[in-house]
């Protein structure tokens, strides 16, 4: 099966790599860099409550279309960041830019330093779920990001 292609660069196809905390296969861009969390993955991740693959009321629409169904995804803002992530609505997939990755990474790490990151409240629904999931992927994937 040949892998999706980017939803950034369109024409690049994307390759595989294995996130061993989650037990799952991700894709990323070798052209932009950018980070595609298959549904297959959220669905794993989340499969004790399906109901939370429900993007956000305020999501706009997304600029990108997924790479797995293209279909338009749904963009909304990641958890202290001015990041806007995209989940695919039929499919249920995440896709990250690389600096869009790395602003997270870079503005957790800050939270952390500073000691503000578990003083938040816990962000509920859909949201706080793929926030969760996108912060274990980010901290496995620092090794080929980096």
């Known amino acids: 099966m040949a892998e999706p292609n980017c939803p950034k660069c369109r024409t690049v196809a994307m390759r595989r790599a294995r996130i061993n905390d989650l037990d799952s296969v991700v894709h990323w861009c070798p052209a932009c860099h950018g980070l595609w969390l298959p549904g297959e993955a959220m669905t794993g991740f989340l499969r004790d409550d399906p109901r939370l693959l429900t993007p956000p009321r305020k999501a706009r629409e997304s600029d990108y279309l997924c790479p797995t169904c293209l279909e338009p995804m749904a963009a ?71």
């Open 76 to 146: 909304f803002r990641y958890l202290q960041t001015y990041v806007t992530i995209d989940l695919c609505r039929a499919c249920k997939g995440v896709w990250l830019d690389e600096r869009e990755l790395k602003e997270i990474r870079t503005v957790r790490r800050h939270h952390r330093n500073e000691g503000t990151l578990e003083e938040l409240p816990p962000v509920e629904g859909v949201k706080g779920t793929l926030i969760d999931f996108v912060n274990r992927a980010i901290a496995s994937l620092s090794d080929f990001t980096d």
